[in-house]
């Protein structure tokens, strides 16, 4: 069965950098794209970014634009995403989410059970 | 800047049938816009019922089902439960690689 494990996850101070992993298994990891998602405390879901299946073709919220960076290592079946330049209002809970199946358009179908990521001085 | 609209909140009576929606501050959403729906209680993440429309992820019951209504995205539930009370999140493909999520609604079985 399809699992996504995310971590990585922490406490950082605002302005600095922290990496995210998600360990893929129970799916040909190398055929998806893949999203990321977060939850802030209290409000709903923001799409974040996402990344096709051979890693050539990726895109961002304009929220975290130049600040974050999706990336995969289809060896290892591990999605990451680089946060650096944190801000307050980057504090959420993190989701992987594999892509449905279909084309670019394919919105998340299998999500991970989420890492906490506080910014705080 | 586009936003995605819900209905805050719902009631439905146990065994009822509800239909929520998904609209676009910009406009209709259409099949293009592959409308996808997601069940959320606290502390979980996100279960997905419903992606491109109206397919079916695995393991959801039929009593879920998704279509276009008018110029919105609509969740249908059926014969509603009392573990159905969760709040759903849909979501839109926009254009070039954005996605856009509704800020949810909240479902009460009452």
């Known amino acids: 069965q399809v699992q996504l494990v995310e971590s990585g996850g922490g406490v950082v101070q605002p302005g600095r950098s922290l990496r995210l992993s998600c360990a893929a298994s129970?799916?040909?990891?190398?055929?998806?794209?893949m999203h990321w998602v977060r939850q802030a405390p209290g409000k709903g879901l923001e799409w974040v970014a996402v990344?096709?299946?051979?890693?050539?073709?990726?895109n961002y919220a304009d929220s975290v634009k130049g600040r974050f960076t999706i990336s995969r290592d289809n060896s290892k079946n591990t999605l990451y995403l680089q946060m650096n330049s944190l801000r307050h209002e980057d504090t959420a809970v993190y989701y992987c989410?594999?892509?449905?199946?279909?084309?670019?358009?394919?919105?998340?179908?299998?999500w991970g059970q989420g890492t906490l990521v506080t910014v705080s001085s | 800047q586009t936003v995605v609209t819900q209905e805050p909140s719902f009631s439905v009576s146990p065994g009822g049938t509800v239909t929520l929606t998904c609209g676009l501050n910009?406009?209709?959403?259409?099949?293009?816009?592959?409308p996808s729906w997601y069940q959320q209680t606290p502390g979980q993440a996100p279960r997905t019922l419903i992606y491109?429309?109206?397919s079916r992820s695995s393991g959801v019951p039929d009593r879920f089902s998704g279509s276009i209504l008018g110029n919105k995205a609509a969740l249908i539930i059926t014969g509603a439960q009392a573990d159905d009370e969760s709040t759903y999140y849909c979501?839109?493909?926009?254009?070039?690689?954005?996605?856009?999520f509704g800020g949810g609604t909240k479902l009460t079985v009452l």
């Open positions: 989410a594999k892509k449905a199946a279909g084309g670019v358009e394919a919105s998340p179908d299998y």
């Open positions: 129970g799916f040909t990891f190398s055929i998806y794209g």
């Open positions: 990344l096709s299946s051979d890693g050539s073709n990726e």
């Open positions: 910009s406009g209709s959403v259409s099949t293009n816009n592959y």
């Open positions: 491109s429309t109206n």
């Open positions: 979501v839109l493909y926009i254009h070039s690689l954005v996605w856009v």
